[in-house]
């Protein structure tokens, strides 16, 4: 029973051009939304966050995008660069949970020179 | 100045076996987690515990026990393993309320012979 999924597990893209990652979930109670990019053998890092009263937030060349009524939320990274390979985690919170982090199955990045 | 530590990075050992990963984290967060990743990579909460309480206990095998000496530090022991707890464990902190945003340690790679 995936609550959170990415349906995409990889992306290829050029250096300078967007990257779109997809995340769609299913449980309303969701309260927060969070994307990790994490590299081989390191820990997620947390990358950019969204509150579910809220449809955008912006930071630096990251935007995440949530649609509540679709139960979607897009992570758009521009312009993308090589450093930007990684594989990248959308996460939900569920606070009354206790900050339960419920995280889809990641998308592997790669961004060509 | 690592902010969410881990020890050991590497665990290799025998099935039937004993072990424990240590986790300290110096961000003055009252809530810290386990997590696990499996082999198909997706990240699983175990456990958390705020201010030494366990609050999120996921369905695990009883083999496995956290404790928690202070809020700064929550070990994973793990009885009697099994190939199957092979494994990514990763181990965050965050405070309970607020932005809720985990942050992550490096890991530990435990693998089951």
């Known amino acids: 029973d995936q609550q959170v999924k990415q349906n995409s597990p990889s992306l290829s893209v050029q250096e300078g051009r967007i990257s779109i990652l997809n995340c769609d979930y299913t449980n309303s109670m969701f309260d927060y939304f969070l994307w990790y990019k994490k590299y081989p053998a390191e820990g997620p890092t947390f990358l950019i966050s969204i509150s579910s009263i809220k449809d955008k937030n912006e930071d630096g060349r990251f935007t995440v995008f949530l649609n509540k009524s679709a139960k979607h939320l897009s992570l758009h990274i521009v312009p993308s660069q090589p450093g930007d390979s990684a594989v990248y985690f959308c996460?939900?919170?569920?606070?009354?949970?206790?900050?339960?982090?419920?995280f889809g199955g990641g998308t592997r990045v790669l961004v060509k020179p | 100045d690592t902010a969410v530590s881990q020890t050991p990075k590497y665990l290799v050992t025998q099935m039937g076996n004993d072990k424990s990963i240590k986790c300290e984290q110096n961000l003055g967060h009252d809530t810290m987690y386990w997590y696990k990743q499996d082999s198909k990579k997706f990240l699983k909460i175990m456990f958390s515990?705020?201010?030494?309480?366990?609050?999120i206990n996921e369905t695990v095998p009883n083999r496995f026990s956290p404790k928690s000496p202070d809020k700064a530090h929550l070990n994973l022991h793990i009885n009697s393993l099994e190939l199957g707890d092979s494994a990514v464990y990763f181990c965050a902190s965050s405070h309970l309320s607020g932005k809720e945003t985990q942050y992550f340690g490096p890991g530990t790679r435990l693998l089951v012979l």
């Open positions: 515990y705020n201010n030494k309480e366990l609050i």
């Open positions: 996460a939900a919170n569920f606070k009354a949970a206790g900050n339960k982090l419920t």
